[in-house]
C-alpha cells in the first residue's frame, strides 16, 4: 500500500475511502469478514416506515455476470431499525447512510422525521422507486426538508428513466448527492416451469453485468453538472472498476453483489484502488474524480 | 489470506481441492479450508465460490458439510457430497486435486443436540443426508441410541447406506423403484419405524416433501423433528435475504427467515411447510 490519500468528502460527509456498501447487498452480517469502520460509509437495507414481509422466494438468480433479484425491500419496519440495527452500528461508530423508501410524500415526511432525531444517522439516501423527474423531486424535497442541515441527503436514482432530468430534479429540490445505478430492468425464465425465474415476476440487473451501463449513467450526470456529487453503484467488483467510478466523475462508490460473492470485497477493493492511484501517480481519491472527462487525447498513465 | 471471525464464527479462507470422487450417483469433494473444520458442528454448511477468478459466477454455492476434520496431513479439511446439476457443480467435480477454493463456513445453525440419551432417528433422502453422518456421531458421544433412515430413487441415489451401519444402531433403507430395501420413500417407512424404536427425536435432511412428511410423522408420533432445508444459491452469509422461509416463532408469529442464517435446521412443526414459496398473508410486515 502506497501513500495514496484515499479520502473524500461527499456532500459534508468526511468518509476516510470512497468505498461504501450499497443498499440492500449489506447487513450487519457483514462485520464477520469486513472492518465496517474501515468503510466509507455503511449503507443500510432499505427501510420502510412499516414493517415489510418482502417478495416470495426465489428472490435472487444468477445470470452470466449478473444477479437479477427481487427482494421487495424486505426490512422491520423503522421502529425495528431504530431499536436494533441503527443502535448496534452508532455503538461501533460505523458511519451510517439510511436507506429510507416510502410509498407516499406523507411516508417520506415522517420517515424524515424520526430519523432527523435518531442519534447515529450520517446521512440518509432516499431510494427512488419512481423514474419520474416530478415525483423524485417531490420525495427528495419532502425528505430534506424534515432533516437537518448537517445530515447530506442522497437521491438514489429510480431504474430506467433519462438520468440525467432525474439527477437534476433530485438536486434542484435539496439532494446534497446523487446515486445511480440502481439495478436494471430485468427478467429470467425458468426453463422447467417456463415462467418467470422469480417469485416477484421481474427483477432487477445488477453484478458485473451492469458496470458499464452504471459508468454511463455516471458519465451523463458528471458531463451535465459537474458541481454535483455522483456516487457511482453497479457491479464494482475490483480497484479499476472503482477507479473508473471516479474517473467517470464519482465521488464515492458502491458495492452491492460483489459482496455476495465475496464478503471481504471492501477490504479487497479498497487495496486495490489505492494500488491503482498509485501506479498512475494520482496523489488522492480525489484528484481522480471526473478526470476521464479531461484526459487529453494520447495520454498514457 | 483469511479473515477471521469470533471464536465461533465462520471464517472465510482461501482453500484448495485435495479430492473429487465419485460416491455412486454423486461426488464426494474433499477440501483443505483451515479454520473452518474447529468451528465445525453438525448441520452448517459451507459457501464455495465457484468458477474461478475470472468466472461469469456471481453467487455462492452452499453444501452441506459431511464431514471435518481439524487435523490432519493437510490441515483442517472439508467434506461435501453434490451432485452435478449445473455448470458450476460440473466446474466443482471436475476441479483437480489443487484448484484454489474461497470457502466461507460453517455458516448456519447446527441441530439442536439433546441433553438426555435419547433414542434418534436420523432421516435423509440422497446426498442431502450427508450431513447425518457427523450427527450421528455426536449423539452417540452423548449415548444417544442412533437408528437411520436412508432413502433414494435407485441404488446408486442411496448415500451412506455401508457407513450407516457402522455409525448407528439400525439401517433402514428404500428406494423408490425397490431395488433395494423398501419400495417407497423415506416418509413412507418413518411411521413404523419411529413406533419401532420408540423414537424421541427425528433429524431430518432433504427436500421440502421430504422434510415436511418427517415433520408430519414425528409429530403424530410425538416426537420433536430438526429439519435442515437446502439453502438456494446466493450468498448463504445472511446479506442477500434470498432464500427466505415463512417459520413461526416462539411468539406464534409467521416470520419471512433466511435458511443460511436462522437456518438451516429448524424446528419441523415451526415451518410452514405448506407455504413455502409464497410470503403468508400473516407473516409480519405482509401486507
Request: charged share 20%; aromatic share 4%; glycine share 12%.
Amino acid at each position: 500500500m502506497s501513500d495514496v490519500d484515499l479520502a473524500v468528502d461527499l456532500a459534508g460527509l468526511a468518509m476516510p475511502t470512497p468505498v461504501m456498501t450499497a443498499a440492500g447487498c449489506a447487513g450487519r452480517e457483514l462485520a464477520a469478514y469486513s472492518d465496517l469502520t474501515a468503510l466509507g460509509a455503511f449503507v443500510t437495507r432499505t427501510v420502510t416506515l412499516d414493517a415489510c414481509a418482502g417478495s416470495p422466494p426465489p428472490r435472487v438468480v444468477e445470470t452470466p455476470s449478473g444477479v437479477v433479484s427481487a427482494v421487495g425491500l424486505q426490512n422491520p419496519g423503522l421502529q425495528g431499525f431504530l431499536t436494533t440495527d441503527l443502535p448496534w452500528l452508532a455503538q461501533r461508530r460505523v458511519r451510517t447512510v439510511v436507506s429510507a423508501s416510502a410509498g407516499s410524500l406523507a411516508e417520506y415526511g415522517e420517515l424524515a422525521r424520526r430519523l432527523a432525531t435518531a442519534p447515529g444517522v450520517d446521512a440518509v439516501e432516499v431510494h427512488l422507486e419512481v423514474s419520474d423527474a416530478h415525483q423524485t423531486g417531490k420525495a427528495v424535497h419532502v425528505v430534506r426538508r424534515d432533516l437537518p442541515v448537517g445530515v447530506p441527503v442522497l437521491a438514489k436514482l429510480g431504474a430506467g428513466g433519462d438520468v440525467v432530468g432525474l439527477a437534476r430534479a433530485a438536486v434542484d429540490n435539496g439532494a446534497d448527492a446523487v446515486v445511480v445505478s440502481q439495478g436494471f430492468p430485468a427478467l429470467v425464465i425458468d426453463p422447467r416451469t417456463l415462467r418467470p425465474t422469480l417469485g416477484a415476476g421481474p427483477g432487477l440487473l445488477s453484478g458485473p453485468a451492469v458496470l458499464p451501463l452504471a459508468l454511463r449513467c455516471v458519465w451523463d450526470i458528471h458531463e451535465a453538472m459537474p458541481e454535483v456529487p455522483v456516487v457511482g453503484a453497479g457491479g464494482v467488483r475490483t480497484g479499476f472498476d472503482a477507479l473508473s467510478m471516479l474517473l467517470a466523475g464519482a465521488t464515492a462508490v458502491q458495492l452491492g453483489s460483489v459482496l455476495l460473492r465475496d464478503p471481504a470485497a471492501a477490504d479487497r477493493i479498497t487495496r486495490e484502488l489505492a494500488d491503482e492511484l498509485a501506479r498512475r501517480d494520482l496523489k488522492s481519491a480525489a484528484d481522480a474524480v471526473g478526470l476521464a472527462h479531461q484526459q487529453p487525447e494520447g495520454t498514457r498513465r | 489470506m483469511s479473515t477471521t471471525a469470533a471464536e465461533t464464527g465462520p471464517v472465510q479462507v482461501t482453500g484448495e481441492v485435495l479430492s473429487v470422487k465419485k460416491a455412486g450417483a454423486y461426488q464426494h469433494l474433499t477440501m483443505v479450508a483451515p479454520g473452518v473444520a474447529e468451528r465445525f458442528r453438525p448441520g452448517t454448511f459451507v459457501t464455495l465460490a465457484v468458477g474461478g477468478p475470472l468466472s461469469a459466477t456471481t453467487l455462492r454455492r452452499s453444501l452441506p458439510v459431511h464431514r471435518a476434520r481439524p487435523t490432519g496431513a493437510y490441515g483442517g479439511t472439508v467434506e461435501c457430497v453434490f451432485a452435478v446439476e449445473d455448470a458450476a457443480t460440473a466446474w466443482l467435480a471436475a476441479a483437480p486435486a489443487g484448484t484454489p477454493l474461497d470457502v466461507v463456513g460453517p455458516l448456519g445453525r447446527p441441530y439442536a443436540l439433546p441433553k438426555e440419551p435419547v433414542t434418534c432417528v436420523l432421516v435423509g433422502d440422497g446426498c442431502a443426508g450427508a450431513p447425518l453422518f457427523p450427527l450421528a456421531e455426536r449423539l452417540r458421544e452423548r449415548s444417544c441410541v442412533v437408528h437411520m433412515l436412508l432413502g433414494g430413487a435407485t441404488e446408486t441415489a442411496l448415500f451412506g447406506a455401508l457407513e450407516a451401519r457402522r455409525a448407528t444402531r439400525g439401517v433402514v433403507v428404500t428406494t423408490a423403484d425397490g431395488s433395494v430395501g423398501l419400495r417407497g420413500g423415506v416418509v413412507d417407512a418413518l411411521p413404523d419405524l419411529l413406533t419401532r424404536v420408540q423414537a424421541d427425536v427425528v433429524y431430518a435432511a432433504g427436500p421440502p416433501a421430504v422434510l415436511h412428511g418427517v415433520a408430519r410423522a414425528a409429530e403424530a408420533h410425538g416426537a420433536w423433528s430438526q429439519t435442515a432445508v437446502d439453502v438456494p444459491d446466493g450468498c448463504g452469509t445472511g446479506l442477500c435475504l434470498g432464500c427466505v422461509l415463512p417459520v413461526v416463532g416462539e411468539d406464534g408469529v409467521t416470520r419471512m427467515v433466511r435458511a443460511c442464517a436462522e437456518g438451516p435446521v429448524f424446528r419441523g412443526d415451526r415451518v410452514r411447510w405448506d407455504d413455502l414459496g409464497t410470503v403468508p398473508s400473516d407473516a409480519r410486515g405482509a401486507s
